[in-house]
Every structure is written in structure tokens, then in C-alpha cells.
């Protein structure tokens, strides 16, 4: 994707939630700079380490209108947390689905979710079984209910859907853009997603812009203590950050 594009989108994203009343953190605000100024500070680490901020992906798949996701982590907890079953065992993102934009068919092992339309048009949601027979009995709203295998439940504002964990889903906007909550187990998009169609779950980053946001995608970089170059410039770190899309195999 081009960087020109995530940065539009993300800001296309934040207009969205202030039309709809829906606070942000100070965070979803912050620029590359201040994220960059932040980073050596023990106040930024948590942060960091726990993925909070923007994340945009198409997928792998080069078409973001067709196939694609903005999304904001607003609170996560870590892989320690999780593991013990201790501490900050949640987590909670702001999605955003473009009018007829898909999220490929993936499933989380570790991760049970909810699925949540916070206002715009229609999501539509569609569960599979990993081995892709019989139903799966979930909660839409609260309440019990058994859904067919490739089932499409169509989620308007306000209702919910939880998503089991082992069990495919993909989902896209009908009729227009959706603001989506979801609320989960602790979060990890480098080893908890596996597509059905194998896909990397961050972007390869075309610099083609000077970069106004920083992406989660980003942070190891910094958690590492290297240097980010500046975006646009050309040498081979640019051009490894141009090929960091990776697949996610789990």
C-alpha cells in the first residue's frame, strides 16, 4: 500500500469516529514524531509493547477498496498476561470497514472475540468450522444461537456477535461505512491469525509520501532500538521497510 494511502485512510478513520461521538485515545492522535519523541520514554513502553495504535492492512491482496481493514487497538494486554490468566486478559480495537470492503476468512486459535456494530450501515458476518461442516453455536446479542456453516449474519448498529476461537470468519460493510468495536482475549496478529487463503496480515509499505502516522506494524523497530529511516528516502533500510509485509501463519 502506498504510505500516502494509509495515512489518508487513518485520517478518514478518525473523522468517522468524531462523527459518530466516539472518543478517541490521545494516542490515535499522536504523529510519527511524537510517536518517534515518545518511544525512548518508560511511560511510551507499555504501549508499545501491548500494540496500541493504528494498523492498516490490505491483506496482501493490492486492492484495500475491495480487500482491506483500518483499525485502532485501544487497549491490549500481553502474551504474559494471557498465558497466566493474570492481569490485563482483554483487549479492545476500533474497526473500520469501507462500504463493501471484505476481511479475508481467517480464524484465531487462542483468541475469542466479539463483534460489535457501533453505527454506519450493515456488517455482515459469516462463520465457518475449521473443518468446515456443521453449525457452531455462538452468541449474537447475547443470546444463544446456532448458526449455520458459511451462515451470513448481517449486524446492524448496536447488535454484536461473538466469534469463538477455531472458527473462521469473514465480514464486510454493506450499504456503507461501519464503525465496529471488538472486544477479545488479549491480542496477537504476529502468531494468532490464519487465513484460509494464506495472506500476510501487515502491508508491504510502498514510501511514497513522507509518513504522518506510525503503524503498529512498526513498533518491533523500535522496541528493538533501531532507527527508523526516514520515509521516502532511499536506501536498503527503506527498502527492507518496503517488503514488510509478512505472512502470518498461525
Same mark, same amino acid.
Given at each position: ?19 459518530? $461521538? ?14 518517534? $519523541? ?5 511511560? $511510551?513502553?507499555? @504501549?508499545?509493547?501491548?500494540?496500541? #495504535? ?19 487497538? +485501544? ?14 486478559? !482483554? @483487549?479492545?480495537?476500533? +474497526?473500520?470497514?469501507?462500504? #463493501? ?7 484465531? *486459535? ?8 457501533? #453505527?454506519?450501515? @450493515?456488517?455482515? /458476518? ?13 452468541? /449474537? ?24 476461537? #477455531?472458527? !473462521? ?7 456503507? %461505512? ?22 500476510? *496480515? ?6 511514497? %509520501?513522507?509518513? *504522518? !502516522? +506510525?503503524? /503498529? ?6 522496541? @528493538?532500538?533501531?532507527?527508523?529511516? =526516514? ?11 518496503? *517488503?514488510?509485509?509478512?505472512? =502470518?501463519?498461525?
Amino acid at each position: 500500500m502506498k504510505r500516502s494511502r494509509i495515512d489518508a485512510v487513518i485520517d478518514g478513520a478518525r473523522e468517522l469516529a468524531a462523527a459518530a $461521538a466516539m472518543p478517541l485515545p490521545g494516542f490515535a492522535a499522536w504523529s510519527r514524531a511524537d510517536w518517534l $519523541a515518545a518511544a525512548p520514554t518508560p511511560a $511510551a513502553r507499555p @504501549a508499545l509493547e501491548r500494540g496500541l #495504535g493504528w494498523d492498516v492492512t490490505d491483506f496482501g491482496r493490492g486492492d484495500f477498496d475491495r480487500v482491506g481493514l483500518i483499525l485502532c487497538t +485501544l487497549r491490549n494486554g500481553t502474551l504474559a498476561e494471557r498465558d497466566s490468566g493474570s492481569g490485563q486478559t !482483554y @483487549a479492545e480495537k476500533l +474497526l473500520v470497514a469501507q462500504n #463493501g470492503q471484505e476481511t479475508p476468512m481467517h480464524l484465531h *486459535r487462542r483468541k475469542a472475540e466479539d463483534i460489535i456494530n457501533r #453505527g454506519g450501515a @450493515a456488517l455482515v /458476518v459469516e462463520l465457518r468450522p475449521e473443518t468446515g461442516d456443521g453449525d457452531i453455536i455462538t452468541l /449474537v446479542d447475547g443470546l444463544e444461537r446456532a448458526v449455520r456453516a458459511g451462515e451470513s449474519l448481517r449486524v446492524e448498529p448496536g447488535q454484536s456477535v461473538q466469534v469463538p476461537a #477455531g472458527v !473462521y470468519h469473514r465480514f464486510w460493510a454493506d450499504g456503507g %461505512a461501519v464503525l465496529a468495536g471488538e472486544v477479545s482475549a488479549v491480542n496477537d496478529d504476529v502468531d494468532d491469525n490464519l487465513f484460509l487463503d494464506p495472506s500476510p *496480515r501487515y502491508p508491504s509499505v510502498d514510501e511514497d %509520501a513522507p509518513a *504522518r !502516522y +506510525l503503524l /503498529v506494524s512498526e513498533y518491533a523497530e523500535l522496541l @528493538a532500538g533501531a532507527p527508523i529511516t =526516514s520515509p521516502g528516502a532511499t536506501s536498503p533500510r527503506n527498502a527492507s521497510m518496503r *517488503r514488510r509485509g509478512r505472512p =502470518s501463519t498461525r
